[in-house]
């Protein structure tokens, strides 16, 4: 495409912008006075950066279409090559390891909260990986696990008075026994389908936990849910904050040595074979159905044990913190970082929700500003912040 016609298409969109925007940048009635303002400036600096965008939006596209000619390994993510690299990889997990201890003891209290956050859906999105980025399956449901883990520990501790410590792995259990549940009736599904079936179950979840006010009680939630306890120990929130934060950092810790040995494993190449080819996956005698619900299971277990987490950290909960919207945040977290990537799921749950938190001075743009970004990279990044590559093996004569 000649530089003219670049020109060209970029003035009509500027064009087509101002006569789209018009009636709202543009015309302005004054109800006091029922006068109306003509507000022309604004139709010109609407036009200038549409094509000022327009122009940069299509030499961005065209530099993307230059390098996308290159060989695919010459285009690997520098963070990938970097975390690769053994000279580099010892010392930033080293100063990584020493700036998570020191994190709730130089930053506020505020900013342990939302780290705290972070790791909760750093843990999400890991166990949606297992789910989407290695097996294939695509679940817009996953939120309802999540539901699982917070309402088991929140019921078991009103009733019974079962402690965190022993609601986190039964939040675990009964989350991958939801997934187990769900993983049944969708066992012929695959692609739209399967997104459609799994979305329902999550809506299932939320409407059971509002309606059935014996059981859940209902939209009111249930409050005073006790935060982790030390050996018995009184401990006060600032405390208690930091405690928590070292209890999800040991599980997000925990969550990648497993996620890393099961993607290794002889069940991790069953996924990944599934993914690849369904069919090819079956002939080579590989249990369809079994693999499936392993995927599932496995998945909703770190979902569980999040809720578990998740409601000790907020000590309230009820069906509006679960809704479809937090599905969606954690299915983004996988896309963006990239899917079957460890490295680049931790990345895309750190900038979707430490993000938007830190655009809070942007006021009304916030939002905004998160949306583009999100734009922008699944435009110039479809693989992800961090793609995911696959091992190869070479021998030697």
Request: glycine share 10%.
């Amino acid at each position: 495409m000649t530089a003219k016609n670049e020109l060209t298409k970029s003035l009509m969109a500027s064009i087509w912008f101002m006569f789209l925007t018009f009636p709202i940048m543009v015309i302005r009635v004054n109800t006091v006075t029922d006068t109306i303002e003509w507000r022309w400036q604004n139709m010109f600096a609407v036009g200038f950066g549409a094509f000022f965008l327009s122009m940069l939006w299509r030499y961005l596209i065209r530099k993307k279409e230059m390098s996308g000619k290159k060989d695919s390994q010459s285009r690997k993510s520098p963070i990938y090559q970097v975390i690769r690299d053994q000279k580099f990889a010892l010392p930033g997990l080293a100063a990584i390891a020493v700036f998570t201890i020191l994190f709730p003891h130089i930053f506020s209290m505020y900013q342990t909260n939302i780290m705290i956050s972070a790791l909760i859906y750093v843990m999400l999105g890991l166990g949606l990986n297992i789910v989407i980025g290695l097996a294939g399956l695509l679940d817009l449901g996953y939120v309802a696990f999540f539901a699982v883990g917070a309402y088991s520990y929140a019921l078991l501790n009103l009733h019974y008075g079962i402690t965190f410590w022993i609601a986190l792995p039964l939040g675990g259990l009964l989350g991958a026994v939801a997934g187990i549940i769900l993983g049944y009736p969708v066992l012929r599904l695959r692609g739209d389908y399967l997104a459609i079936v799994t979305l329902g179950f999550g809506e299932i979840i939320r409407l059971v936990m509002e309606n059935w006010n014996e059981f859940s009680f209902g939209p009111s939630g249930i409050a005073n849910i006790p935060k982790p306890g030390f050996f018995g120990m009184e401990l006060s929130l600032h405390a208690t904050t930091i405690y928590i934060f070292y209890t999800i950092v040991a599980l997000v810790i925990f969550t990648i040595f497993v996620i890393n040995r099961l993607e290794n494993s002889r069940i991790g190449r069953a996924w990944i074979a599934l993914k690849d080819d369904e069919i090819a996956c079956q002939a080579m005698g590989i249990d369809k159905a079994r693999t499936k619900l392993r995927a599932f299971a496995l998945g909703a277990t770190w979902a569980g044990m999040g809720g578990v987490v998740f409601a000790a950290k907020t000590t309230f909960i009820n069906p509006a913190s679960f809704t479809i919207w937090e599905s969606v945040i954690i299915l983004c977290t996988v896309v963006l970082g990239g899917m079957g990537s460890i490295p680049g799921v931790i990345c895309g749950a750190m900038l979707l929700i430490l993000l938007p938190e830190y655009l809070r001075d942007f006021g009304e743009f916030r939002m905004i500003t998160f949306g583009s970004v999100l734009v922008l990279m699944m435009v110039f990044r479809p693989g992800g912040m961090i793609e995911n590559v696959r091992k190869t093996y070479q021998f030697k004569k």
